[in-house]
């Protein structure tokens, strides 16, 4: 069977996913048909229920969960990997309401989380992730919500942290933070579902015994190239919760949900 299978470039997923891309793992006689976009172009997209299986934020999933199972395989989920926001000036949290924000996408889970820290902030400029720090150090934004490799390399761009919006949900909910995680479309039935996971799983074990073989598929596609920053970000955000999301995950994304409705930004 053919399935669409989509992700981001970004080295957390083309990690986990090599094996996947590569033919290497097969199960139930899927034959994944792959594509890569970044995270709100895949959020954008399952909106419209474009691929079979795909990545994207769990704030988008939130939305599309009548259509979208998720995966106990293949999220980003932990501690201290969360987004942070960084400006270019030290800036007070006071200060936030009054600026304009780069933010990388208005379905991610970085958004979601800014509206929580900052309900009152309201000038924002939806870019893709990766010109957020550029905005920033050019002026045109006075604070970016910066996820990804930026989380990485923002000091060597001369930004400064504001907060680490990782950390405050740590300190508010002593859980994970969940990113983003994998969903696979509810009308191909719950075997296919498990039979993704399990070749996704498989995927991700293969990747961990030999990482050396997914590091020119990470290559091709990452923005940044730096072999210390690939295997710290790979490090931070494939984890045992990407393995199985488990019970702590599965409250984790509940605890979002719990308040992202409270906060009145998903009905």
């Given at each position: 069977m053919k399935l669409s299978v989509a992700y981001s470039p970004c080295p957390n997923d083309t990690f986990m996913f090599h094996g996947v891309a590569a033919g290497a793992v097969c199960r139930g006689g899927i034959q994944p048909e792959v594509h890569l976009a970044d995270v709100e172009t895949l959020n954008r997209l399952a909106m419209e229920g474009r691929y079979d299986v795909t990545k994207l934020s769990f704030h988008a999933w939130l939305l599309v969960r009548e259509r979208y199972e998720l995966c106990a395989a293949g999220a980003a989920l932990g501690f201290g990997c969360g987004p942070v926001l960084v400006a270019a000036r030290d800036i007070g949290r006071e200060e936030i309401p009054r600026c304009r924000i780069a933010v990388p996408g208005e379905l991610t889970t970085a958004h979601l989380l800014l509206r929580l820290w900052a309900p009152r902030a309201r000038e924002k400029l939806f870019v893709r992730y990766d010109r957020v720090m550029d905005l920033v150090a050019a002026g045109r934004a006075d604070v970016g919500a910066v996820i990804h490799e930026g989380r990485f390399t923002y000091r060597q761009a001369g930004l400064r942290l504001v907060a680490d919006l990782g950390q405050w949900w740590q300190e508010q909910t002593a859980l994970p933070i969940p990113l983003g995680g994998i969903a696979v479309r509810r009308s191909l039935g719950a075997r296919l579902c498990r039979e993704v996971e399990a070749m996704l799983r498989e995927s991700i074990e293969a990747a961990l015994a030999r990482?050396?073989?997914?590091?020119?598929?990470?290559?091709?596609?990452?923005?940044?190239?730096?072999?210390a920053v690939l295997a710290e970000h790979v490090q931070t955000f494939v984890n045992d919760y990407s393995l199985d999301l488990g019970e702590q995950g599965r409250r984790a994304v509940a605890k979002l949900e719990e308040l992202a409705r409270a906060a009145g930004i998903i009905g």
């Open positions: 990482p050396e073989r997914t590091r020119e598929y990470m290559r091709q596609h990452a923005r940044e190239m730096d072999e």
